[in-house]
């Protein structure tokens, strides 16, 4: 659960992300103090196929692999097209704007300033996780599938 | 004088290319090959070199009943030997993809025979005589209405058409069925509906930036040719949306 007075801000960049490179996008990220939370959006890639007559297989896929940032081990689930970002406060923002203005040279990006994540736990997380939850960390996951969010501890 | 008909309106490339595709007196340009094994191998609905299945007997051994339509209508190959109906199924990029849903049934219904297309907004079916589908199918992956990166031959699993694309260019899949190698050249490495071939299906390398541009049928403000600088396209959609508003109070046209 997001505390309003914290300011939040996504990384748009105008291609989805291949694991590589969000995992260099990340750990720069990861270097810069004043980071609550951060979010990896985008669409879902499955262990096994969905859909249609093949539902069930297996479904391997190059880009749903493991990325290392910063001391942990993440497992991509997802093409990674925006990462939601929160805060301690406007500086930082600004901050990610200038690593960022030199990190996407091969496509443009965007940096929206807004309220991205969740601001009161849902039915979904209190059936989840009851009423004595963390705040900080619901709406870091989806509360289906029963995965924790990874802490990343930096040297900073 | 004879009716000729005019497919579409417009100035822009963009409705040149959607007439140019309906037209079936306009041969499509031939841009790669695929062999007719590959295209099998793509469509995964039998195996390379197998009988075609049946649904029926061949017309020929059938008492056919006397119907002046059967004699008027010739059946395509496929009907004749009785092959049972399989689809194909594409989803097409709005980022300049050469074709688009609502485009190849239109294209598809001028050009072929016996199909049964389904249109939706990020996705086409066509289903047909599994041997028909076979010859068009290469046909629509041979000529300028695909694209190996932008355009998916997809059973199921679609998502992606209106997606950003992935950093090398390829629209979003989440079942990976085609991949671009360090060639360049992208390969088929599942077939339509996602189970794993046994090789790989190359279709090509993805056309560049200036000829999707020149050759797409979709209209995009940011990548391509922005609807509204087709003024004369503007004035037809907006004259059809005026007539069908007004059409519950009997309209007259001035």
Redesign the interface.
């Known amino acids: 659960m997001t505390n309003a007075a914290f300011p939040q801000a996504r990384i748009v960049p105008l291609r989805m992300l291949k694991p590589g490179t969000a995992e260099r996008l990340l750990n720069m990220l990861a270097g810069i103090a004043g980071i609550r939370r951060m979010m990896i959006h985008g669409p879902g890639l499955p262990k096994t196929v969905p859909y249609g007559p093949a539902r069930g297989s297996p479904n391997p896929h190059s880009d749903r692999t493991a990325i290392r940032v910063a001391d942990a081990e993440i497992a991509l689930r997802v093409q990674v097209g925006t990462v939601i970002l929160e805060v301690e406060d406007a500086s930082v923002i600004e901050e990610i704007r200038s690593l960022c203005d030199d990190f996407f040279v091969e496509f443009p990006y965007l940096l929206q300033v807004g309220k991205f994540m969740k601001t009161t736990p849902t039915l979904v997380d209190y059936a989840r996780y009851g009423p004595d939850a963390d705040g900080s960390l619901i709406g870091l996951t989806d509360p289906r599938k029963g995965e924790s969010p990874v802490i990343l501890r930096t040297e900073q | 004088m004879a009716y000729k008909p005019q497919y579409g309106p417009g100035t822009s490339i963009v409705a040149e290319n959607r007439r140019k595709q309906m037209n079936p007196g306009q041969k499509l340009e031939k841009v790669r090959s695929v062999t007719d094994e590959d295209i099998v191998l793509i469509l995964g609905h039998r195996a390379p070199g197998s009988a075609y299945p049946t649904a029926h007997p061949p017309l020929a051994e059938q008492q056919e009943v006397n119907c002046p339509m059967r004699k008027l209508v010739k059946p395509t190959e496929g009907a004749k030997a009785g092959d049972r109906v399989r689809y194909i199924q594409f989803a097409d990029s709005m980022f300049n993809a050469p074709s688009q849903p609502y485009q190849r049934t239109y294209t598809e219904m001028y050009r072929f025979r016996g199909i049964d297309p389904g249109t939706l907004s990020g996705r086409q079916i066509v289903e047909c005589r599994e041997r028909d589908l076979e010859k068009y199918a290469k046909d629509l992956i041979e000529t300028e209405m695909f694209d190996p990166a932008l355009v998916g031959i997809r059973?199921?699993?679609v998502?992606?058409h209106s997606?950003?694309?992935?950093?090398?260019g390829m629209m979003?899949d989440?079942?990976?069925r085609n991949?671009l190698g360090e060639d360049g050249i992208v390969k088929y490495v599942k077939n339509q509906?996602?189970?794993?071939l046994d090789r790989a299906v190359a279709v090509g390398k993805p056309m560049d930036e200036k000829w999707l541009k020149a050759h797409t049928t979709i209209f995009h403000s940011l990548v391509g040719t922005a609807y509204r600088d087709d003024a004369e396209y503007v004035e037809y959609v907006q004259r059809i949306h005026s007539l069908r508003t007004k059409y519950g109070f009997m309209p007259k046209e001035e």
């Open positions: 059973g199921a699993t998502h992606g997606l950003r694309l992935a950093e090398d979003f989440m079942l990976q991949v509906i996602g189970e794993p």
